[in-house]
């Protein structure tokens, strides 16, 4: 009897069906007609950019709007909405509408590709996906509309309208308003405008919030006291650091990125740099006049980044709250952590501080390696590798001049922040065959 087709996990498959995402993508920006000049572009640039918009990055060598075609930046579109909903949503939806049977390891792929911890009710939670989409990018583009319409006109208007909305909500930060003289300047001429403001900061929110919580809001009725234990911690560790990091930056940078604002000016921006560093990738301020205390909090807030099952990067808020909540245990000499009268095992501890590990290691590699061919500043290597593997997309104005070499590894740290280092090890990883040999338990002092 012929042994059946073995199919790949889940892991190898995601990381599989990002890399040809991104292939077709980086293929379709060399070609000469997504250029405005019809001129091919360079390999390792197009690589870049492919990858950065689908891992929803938004860190660029060209402004998107001075260097790319109408052609050019529907495909960066394009590939921002499949790398923000995730790839498998967007196939499975196909499926949905050529009517094909969704079957069991199809189910299991959408489920580790949403980070959702069961396989029953994904169909229902795909279903609330591709409507949250729908409503959130469709409201945005309308609000946006209001201004972009008044300052492009109305064909440009809309279009811009369309493409920042979707852009927010994927948290990506790629902008059209660049212009030859000032080709990055993302939304830093609408610094006092608190519709685009407000807009903006909404979507990038509501996307970095995850499908899981909106599904379990929805489903509960915005009922708070109903809502799954990951919900409560999500909504309260959210406004915990939008709150508390609009206050910081609020107070740090009045005298520095700031300085040249009026009051109210001063409110939106602190709220937008407390956002924005959650893995949006725009900014309303320079961020190379960013104080040092400044720098630090958005590099952390680059690091935490925004929920698991979202359209946002880094190591994910939930995992920073056990990791904390991991700390206290530990200070008490307890095996487990509680939280809102729920036990958090040391499974879980363990998984969060493995992850933060990982992200940590990777980052310094990819500094030292970045160093040897980079002449810039360590803290703008060090800024512009979280802002990679935190899928963010703010930088310090470096990007376009780094090396191919110092490329090729934010590249790296993009597509590892977006599938997730944990899900890249273990695609990479073989599985053995025998069961590991237990050995007898040893002691090691630490601390």
Known sequence: MAKSKRKLTAAKFLVLGYVIVILTGTFLLCLPISSRDRVWTPFVDSLFTATSATCVTGLVVYGTNVHFSIFGQIVILLLIQTGGVGFMTVITMVSMFLRRKIGLYE???????????????????LKHI???????????????????????????GIYY??????SSFCNAGFDLLGTAGNPFPSLTAYVGDPVVNITVMFLIVVGGLGFIVWSDVVDC??????????????????LTLIFGGA??????EANHAFAHLSLPQRILAAFFQSITP???????????????????????????GGN???????????????????????????????VAKRNVGTVQILQAFSIIGVYLVTVIVAVMMMSFAETEPIEDLIFEAVSAIGTVGLTTGITPTLTAFSKVVLVILMFSG??????????????????????????????
Not at 110 to 118: W, Y
Not at 221 to 238: E, G, I, M, N, Q
Not at 420 to 427: E, M, P
């Open 247 to 252: 206050l910081f930056f609020f107070f740090s």
């Open 418 to 447: 977006r599938v997730g280092a944990f899900s890249l090890l273990s695609a990479i990883a073989e599985k053995r065959e025998n069961p590991p040999v237990k050995r007898p338990n040893g002691r090691i002092l630490i601390g």
């Open 278 to 304: 959650r893995t949006a990738g725009y900014n309303t301020v320079n961020m190379a006049e960013l104080s040092e205390a400044g720098w630090m909090m958005t590099v952390m807030l680059m690091f935490v």
């Open 161 to 166: 309208a369309i493409f920042h909305a979707v």
């Open 221 to 238: 009725r915005f009922r708070f006291k109903k809502y799954c234990l990951h919900t409560k911690v999500v909504l309260a560790a959210t």
């Open 107 to 125: 189910r299991k792929l959408l489920m580790h590709s949403e980070g959702t911890g069961r396989i029953s009710g994904v169909m229902h939670l």
């Open 308 to 338: 698991t099952g979202s359209t946002a990067g880094g190591v994910k808020v939930t995992t920073m709250v056990v990791a904390v909540l991991g700390i206290v245990a530990a200070a008490k000499n307890d095996t487990s952590a509680t």
């Open 130 to 156: 591709l409507l949250f989409t729908l409503i959130f990018e469709s409201c945005g583009a309308i609000l946006l509309a209001t201004r972009f319409v008044a300052d492009f006109g109305w064909g440009r």
